[in-house]
């Protein structure tokens, strides 16, 4: 796969989360933002620790999020390579606060 777009990141995602089963699919939302726009958006970025195959620069940023939870909590991110479409990072974006 090359030149991942948003749709392709935002399934991606879906089917990575899907196979971890760590949300009940049936209400999550998966929405893929490139890191300028998070920034652009005035967002808190996510904190990424440790060595990754990419960066976040070259990926997209997909946000996990249940709308069912209220919970003041740390975003859930997927990133995946814009490049062969890769998910080289999943957890948390360490941004709460």
Request: some cysteine; aromatic content about 10%.
């Given at each position: 796969?090359?030149d991942t777009n948003r749709d392709d990141a935002e399934r991606i995602a879906r089917d990575h989360v899907a ?79």
């Open positions: 796969m090359s196979a971890s089963d760590l949300f009940s699919m049936c209400e999550v939302v998966f929405q893929a933002r490139t890191l300028a726009e998070v920034t652009q958006l005035g967002l808190c970025g996510p904190v990424l620790y440790g060595n990754l195959d990419a960066s976040p620069a070259s990926s997209w940023i997909v946000y996990v999020s249940d709308p069912q939870s209220f919970a003041l909590k740390s975003s859930w991110i997927v990133v995946v390579s814009r490049t062969d479409g890769a998910v080289v990072y999943s957890g948390s974006g360490h941004d709460e606060g």
